[in-house]
């Protein structure tokens, strides 16, 4: 016989479950508060690992990559974590779906690099007891086949690297040999076995340690930590390794991390991982005899770049501990603008609260190659991260970043804004706060080619604040800085 439930009974229950719905909005609306964001925003996050890897509590994941099946076009994110990779589709980006799990050979992991070739996903690991793994993945959203499972190329690599039909892979470990390898090459006729084509110790033993490349025609990019960049050739006529120039007495030299080139060729970003804190810096590699340092970035002091990638529109994006994401437009390889950032390490970094002595946590890396224009990003400790950063990756039109001059910055109780070579005619000008609070919005008039205004600063907070001015077809944000 079924219960029968009286008026009362109905109530508390309907009560309470709104009380329980109230309580998840309320905690989910609390939560997003806490990313600190600017022109990027959050669309979802996935944290499919349970596990915590050896090295800090709490930090589970490494690289992420992305994926688009031109079949049924659909889109996924591989992530690497403590355990393995995890296969997430993301083709709704508000409703991400872990589809599958390939295990890695290590099960305590700190370091994971992914890239795909084809349909199939290239797995590395630099832990001890790792393997080279190759997954198929044309049987997704289903499943994913592993077709190669094995340490007979190599145990351990710390990065790798696709151009075209070749495989490039970074501190390699093999049976046998003593040491990691700088860097060896596999050529990908057979995807899903590659045939190893040369090692960069047989032409350049010098060269030590290739911890990360960025490979464009053959032409390398080798972030050779310590010993800066250098830039080779890979001649596939002879099968050999060709210096073309090096980098490795620059302003703030560090453990070269990693790079990426500008579509042009002209302009290559890298980072210094080592020691904390270091700028990113643009170089000019149009003419390899004459490298030129052209403009470094810094999200905050004390915050350290991982790896940078660029888009087609010329814009510079930043993984960075303990910041998240940083945008720039490098169109201009003289003066980078920021144009969006999102900080996925909500408890550190641009909510004011740098772990110095723990900085290397937060942002490990981004994908923002996938036809949908979702930006990936994965985060140590939080997960899967998939923002839309459409906003800041707008492309700018009608004006240069020296058209705008803020000073004195950092300033204190007041800053002026200079305008040069500005159409006359009526714009919009607005402060935001990192949280991106409007502080102060209004419109004026330009009616001269050199435009002045002064604000009254002395009642904002210590901080940074974005200067946004906007027009038809025209936007452009500053970034000014307040101390005491």
Same mark, same amino acid.
């Given at each position: 016989?079924?219960?029968?439930?009286?008026?009362?009974?109905?109530?508390?229950?309907?009560?309470?479950?709104?009380?329980?719905?109230?309580?998840?909005?309320?905690?989910?609306?609390?939560?997003?508060?806490?990313?600190?964001?600017?022109?990027?925003?959050?669309?979802?996050?996935?944290? *499919?690992?349970?596990?915590?890897?050896?090295?800090?509590?709490?930090?589970?994941?490494?690289?992420?990559?992305?994926?688009?099946?031109?079949?049924?076009?659909?889109?996924?994110?591989?992530?690497?974590?403590?355990?393995?990779?995890?296969?997430?589709?993301?083709?709704?980006?508000?409703?991400?779906?872990?589809?599958?799990?390939?295990?890695?050979?290590?099960?305590?992991?700190?370091?994971?690099?992914?890239?795909?070739?084809?349909?199939?996903?290239?797995?590395?690991?630099?832990?001890?007891?790792?393997?080279?793994?190759?997954?198929?993945?044309?049987?997704?959203?289903?499943?994913?086949?592993?077709?190669?499972?094995?340490?007979?190329?190599?145990?351990?690599?710390?990065?790798?690297?696709?151009?075209?039909?070749?495989?490039?892979?970074?501190?390699?470990?093999?049976?046998?040999?003593?040491?990691?390898?700088?860097?060896?090459?596999?050529?990908?006729?057979?995807?899903?076995?590659?045939?190893?084509?040369?090692?960069?110790?047989?032409?350049?033993?010098?060269?030590?340690?290739?911890?990360?490349?960025?490979?464009?025609?053959?032409?390398?990019?080798?972030?050779?930590?310590?010993?800066?960049?250098?830039?080779?050739?890979?001649?596939?006529?002879?099968?050999?390794?060709?210096?073309?120039?090096?980098?490795?007495?620059?302003?703030?030299?560090?453990?070269?991390?990693?790079?990426?080139?500008?579509?042009?060729?002209?302009?290559?970003?890298?980072?210094?991982?080592?020691?904390?804190?270091?700028?990113?810096?643009?170089?000019?590699?149009?003419?390899?005899?004459?490298?030129?340092?052209?403009?470094?970035?810094?999200?905050?002091?004390?915050?350290?770049?991982?790896?940078?990638?660029?888009?087609?529109?010329?814009?510079?994006?930043?993984?960075?501990?303990?910041?998240?994401?940083?945008?720039?437009?490098?169109?201009?390889?003289?003066?980078?603008?920021?144009?969006?950032?999102?900080?996925?390490?909500?408890?550190?970094?641009?909510?004011?609260?740098?772990?110095?002595?723990?900085?290397?946590?937060?942002?490990?890396?981004?994908? *923002?190659?996938? *036809?949908?224009?979702?930006?990936?990003?994965?985060?140590?400790?939080?997960?899967?991260?998939?923002?839309?950063?459409?906003?800041?990756?707008?492309?700018?039109?009608?004006?240069?970043?020296?058209?705008?001059?803020?000073?004195?910055?950092?300033?204190?109780?007041?800053?002026?804004?200079?305008?040069?070579?500005?159409?006359?005619?009526?714009?919009?000008?607005?402060?935001?706060?990192?949280?991106?609070?409007?502080?102060?919005?209004?419109?004026?008039?330009?009616?001269?080619?050199?435009?002045?205004?002064?604000?009254?600063?002395?009642?904002?907070?210590?901080?940074?604040?974005?200067?946004?001015?906007?027009?038809?077809?025209?936007?452009?944000?500053?970034?000014?800085?307040?101390?005491?």
């Amino acid at each position: 016989m079924n219960k029968r439930i009286n008026f009362f009974e109905k109530r508390n229950y309907i009560n309470s479950l709104l009380f329980f719905l109230i309580v998840i909005l309320i905690s989910k609306n609390f939560l997003a508060q806490n990313y600190v964001q600017y022109n990027i925003s959050l669309l979802s996050v996935v944290s *499919p690992e349970t596990t915590n890897n050896w090295y800090a509590s709490q930090t589970k994941y490494a690289g992420c990559y992305g994926w688009h099946n031109p079949i049924d076009n659909r889109e996924y994110a591989i992530i690497g974590s403590t355990k393995g990779n995890h296969f997430i589709e993301v083709s709704q980006p508000q409703n991400p779906i872990v589809r599958d799990f390939v295990p890695g050979a290590s099960q305590n992991s700190l370091w994971r690099e992914i890239k795909t070739y084809q349909q199939y996903a290239y797995l590395v690991s630099d832990d001890n007891g790792s393997k080279f793994q190759i997954v198929d993945m044309s049987y997704l959203p289903d499943s994913v086949h592993i077709v190669y499972n094995s340490s007979a190329l190599f145990t351990k690599a710390h990065t790798l690297f696709v151009d075209g039909n070749k495989l490039y892979c970074g501190g390699v470990s093999v049976i046998g040999a003593s040491g990691a390898i700088s860097m060896v090459v596999y050529d990908l006729s057979n995807p899903a076995n590659p045939v190893l084509l040369r090692s960069l110790k047989q032409d350049y033993p010098s060269i030590t340690y290739v911890h990360d490349m960025f490979v464009k025609n053959d032409t390398i990019y080798a972030s050779a930590g310590n010993q800066g960049l250098y830039i080779l050739k890979f001649n596939t006529t002879t099968n050999t390794f060709n210096l073309l120039a090096d980098y490795t007495s620059y302003f703030e030299a560090g453990y070269n991390h990693s790079s990426y080139l500008t579509t042009d060729s002209k302009t290559l970003a890298f980072c210094d991982e080592v020691p904390a804190g270091l700028t990113v810096k643009l170089i000019d590699v149009s003419d390899l005899n004459n490298i030129q340092l052209k403009d470094t970035i810094r999200s905050h002091v004390g915050s350290t770049a991982h790896n940078p990638y660029i888009t087609n529109s010329n814009h510079l994006i930043v993984s960075y501990y303990q910041d998240g994401v940083y945008i720039y437009d490098v169109s201009n390889s003289n003066n980078a603008q920021i144009t969006g950032f999102f900080d996925t390490d909500y408890l550190h970094g641009l909510n004011d609260n740098y772990s110095f002595s723990t900085p290397y946590r937060g942002c490990w890396g981004v994908y *923002p190659y996938l *036809p949908s224009g979702i930006l990936l990003a994965s985060d140590m400790q939080n997960g899967l991260f998939v923002l839309d950063a459409s906003e800041a990756l707008k492309i700018k039109t009608n004006t240069t970043e020296k058209d705008v001059v803020l000073f004195p910055n950092p300033g204190n109780d007041h800053c002026i804004i200079a305008l040069n070579g500005f159409k006359k005619g009526k714009y919009k000008f607005s402060v935001s706060d990192i949280s991106g609070k409007i502080i102060l919005n209004e419109e004026f008039d330009i009616t001269s080619n050199l435009y002045k205004k002064e604000i009254n600063t002395s009642n904002l907070s210590d901080g940074i604040y974005f200067v946004q001015i906007a027009g038809e077809n025209l936007s452009i944000i500053k970034k000014w800085v307040k101390t005491n």
